[in-house]
């Protein structure tokens, strides 16, 4: 079954200290990886697309990679505004549709100043 | 462009009745999509439309929805004899077919009683 988890489920952080966020996908024929942020109340806000393994993408204090299986999103450094729920969402090649994105369950951060 | 707008923003409705969304996309995007949230969950997608046509529908989307996008602009999103299980944000996100990740709207939240 095609499915993408994400880890830790929440994740609490001093302002200053460096962590990453882990999502892992389990679809075949991945035509893209994405990155969303969501703050309480509101919808998605995109942040990256991943294509391929190897790929690394960066914003501020938040870098994106891909490997044949997971992602990660790593942040550094973060600040309080940096809190938010952190969504991976996964497109992959379908003969119904290749437009299909499924998303995790998102991870919550919290960065305490 | 002031984004994917949604409409209302919070519904209350007592079970049984029929409900009906509004969504808005960004004017020049030609896709539109509809995803349901709960609480701690990850988007899970309902339906999408490439211009006026429907594409593709989640097996979440039983008989007792429907999902309409006349002449290609906005969308409508109605739920008939809701039920406590509907209780959900409902999110509109819109997309150009060759751009990576969707613009989102803030959501209707809806509260089935």
């Known amino acids: 079954e095609d499915q993408v988890t994400q880890s830790p489920e929440a994740l609490r952080l001093q302002e200053g200290e460096s962590s990453s966020l882990n999502c892992s996908y389990t679809?075949?024929?991945?035509?893209?990886l994405f990155w969303y942020r969501q703050d309480p109340g509101k919808g998605p806000e995109f942040l990256f697309t991943l294509y391929s393994a190897g790929e690394e993408k960066e914003k501020e204090r938040l870098k994106a990679t891909l490997t044949k299986k997971e992602s990660f999103l790593h942040i550094t450094a973060p600040k309080p505004e940096d809190s938010a729920t952190y969504l991976c969402a996964v497109q992959w090649e379908k003969k119904t549709s290749y437009d299909k994105v499924i998303f995790g369950p998102g991870t919550s951060l919290s960065v305490i100043p | 462009d002031t984004g994917v707008s949604q409409d209302p923003r919070h519904k209350i409705t007592k079970r049984g009745q029929n409900v009906t969304f509004r969504c808005d996309p960004i004017?020049?995007?030609?896709?539109l999509y509809w995803y349901r949230q709960t609480l701690g969950q990850g988007p899970e997608f309902l339906t999408y439309f490439q211009n006026e046509a429907q594409l593709e529908k989640s097996r979440l989307l039983s008989d007792r929805f429907s999902a309409e996008r006349p002449k290609g602009s906005f969308s409508t999103l109605e739920i008939q004899r809701t039920e406590q299980g509907d209780s959900a944000m409902y999110l509109c996100?819109?997309?150009?077919?060759?751009?990576?990740?969707?613009?989102f709207g803030s959501g209707t939240r809806l509260t089935v009683v």
């Open positions: 679809v075949s024929g991945l035509r893209g």
């Open positions: 996100a819109s997309s150009w077919t060759a751009s990576p990740g969707y613009t």
């Open positions: 004017s020049e995007h030609n896709r």
